[in-house]
């Protein structure tokens, strides 16, 4: 067999008989093999995995995440950070005027720094970015790790007025840059209140601006941007081993009398015999609160049971809620098991409905409770605001639950319950009716002639 080795048409349209070898030849005629065909589904399933590796590697940015970036150049009108997604993102305008000089200064190209996501996408395509908002974020999650964890820091004493002290929070963590937390009069230590002399804010802490101080943080709240921090809290003995001691001592159910030392969004720290227990937020009362201040203020008197010791990790915890009346075992003094109630559908969910029986007390209506016929969901039966008679088919005082059901209120096995309920409701109203003054007929009146 002749074959034209360099037949153009040839290369081009059959690529894999190529042949640098004389003894090279083409399949046998009648052959199953196809080498095009299985390289062309080869090269299609390469193709079609890089293609699915590189969407799955695409880290896109999100409006409010925090990244880690590389300073890719510095101009006077916009810093340029690499930030991966195969793209790179823009401080400039507003947000980088916010920096001073200084902190411009210090950066430099090829440097990591932490960026906050403005805007994955602008106008002209751009992610926006800002470095001091990513300064601010990390200087609040700081913050809240040292309330936490009892930190005492060693800062500086940078102003002052009418209320107190002004320190720079976090002396030794650099990322807490740009954060101020404020030193109440009450929580100056007792060596430097006994120099305070004067009447005015001047007077009394001017000469204080520039002193190095030891502080602890006692109260954060991010929303308000409210730090507040305590040199007294500081001075104590060595917190560790006094909370060593103490743990030893304290028994779960014990009641002791502790003062709040600081507030956190999560809940309040509580000193008990000299050691901090923390009092989570849902341990605080059996309302609902949304921080710790609707209820409780730094340096308050307050009992508090001890629910938790744990003497690996040295935490201990406590309840203000456990030493109160649960109003929920008053509401539902009045329900019973087999009890005919009325209530107000208010939520529909995929595994049934919740229904109000009273202002502070609803019940769910399983959804194997809702119809004697199978249904995918409460929505085929039941409609938000519909009004219902239910029955009350259990009671769950601890976990503050009531069980209802929808088929069962015409249940036979109830009869018996219901007779004896209708029967004691007409006893009831029988009894009311009897107080009343019977009526007298009217007596007739003569008229003297």
């Excluded at 925090?66 to 793209?87: D, M, N, V, Y």
């Excluded at 902190?103 to 970015?129: K, M, R």
């Excluded at 009641?255 to 989570?280: E, K, P």
């Excluded at 609160?289 to 001890?306: C, F, N, S, W, Y």
């Amino acid at each position: 067999m002749y074959i034209h080795l360099y037949n153009p048409a040839y290369i081009f349209y059959q690529p894999e008989y190529l042949v640098t070898d004389h003894n090279q030849a083409l399949p046998a005629e009648g052959s199953d093999r196809n080498p095009q065909g299985e390289q062309n589904h080869a090269n299609n399933q390469t193709m079609e995995s890089l293609l699915n590796e590189q969407e799955l590697n695409v880290d896109l940015p999100q409006a409010g995440e925090i990244r880690k970036g590389t300073i890719a150049s510095i101009s006077p009108s916009q810093i340029l950070i690499s930030i991966g997604a195969k793209s790179e993102g823009v401080v400039s305008g507003r947000e980088l005027d916010q920096l001073t000089p200084a902190e411009i200064e210090a950066l430099s190209v090829g440097q990591e720094i932490h960026v906050f996501v403005i805007n994955p996408e602008d106008a002209n395509g751009n992610v926006v970015l800002s470095l001091k908002r990513a300064q601010e974020q990390i200087s609040w999650d700081d913050v809240e790790k040292l309330i936490t964890d009892a930190v005492v820091i060693e800062t500086k004493i940078i102003g002052f007025n009418k209320g107190g002290l002004i320190v720079p929070e976090g002396g030794l963590i650099a990322a807490v840059e740009g954060l101020r937390g404020f030193l109440p009069s009450s929580q100056i230590g007792a060596l430097r209140r006994s120099q305070i002399t004067g009447d005015t804010p001047e007077q009394k802490f001017q000469k204080m601006v520039g002193q190095p101080i030891s502080i602890r943080v006692i109260e954060v709240d991010r929303e308000r941007r409210r730090l507040i921090v305590s040199e007294r809290a500081a001075s104590a003995e060595s917190r560790q081993s006094l909370k060593e001691r103490v743990i030893d001592e304290l028994q779960e159910g014990q009641v002791y009398t502790g003062r709040v030392t600081s507030l956190a969004n999560f809940g309040a720290f509580i000193n008990v015999n000299g050691a901090d227990g923390l009092v989570h937020l849902s341990e605080l009362s059996w309302d609902h609160i949304d921080h710790p201040r609707e209820a409780l203020e730094v340096g308050q008197e307050v009992k508090v049971k001890v629910i938790n010791v744990d003497r690996d990790k040295k935490r201990i915890g406590l309840s203000v809620r456990a030493l109160l009346d649960d109003p929920w075992h008053a509401r539902i003094v009045k329900y019973s098991v087999g009890q005919l109630v009325e209530g107000k559908i208010t939520r529909l969910t995929k595994f049934g409905a919740f229904a109000r029986l009273d202002e502070d007390v609803e019940g769910l209506i399983h959804i194997s409770e809702i119809s004697d016929q199978r249904i995918e969901h409460p929505k085929e039966a039941l409609h938000e605001g519909d009004v219902k008679t239910l029955r009350v088919i259990r009671i769950d005082a601890d976990q503050h639950r009531i069980g209802l059901s929808l088929r069962k209120v015409d249940s036979a096995a109830f009869v018996d319950k219901d007779f004896k309920m209708l029967t004691a409701e007409f006893d009831a109203e029988e009894e009311d009716s009897s107080g009343d003054s019977p009526f007298d007929p009217p007596t007739e009146s003569t008229e003297e002639n």
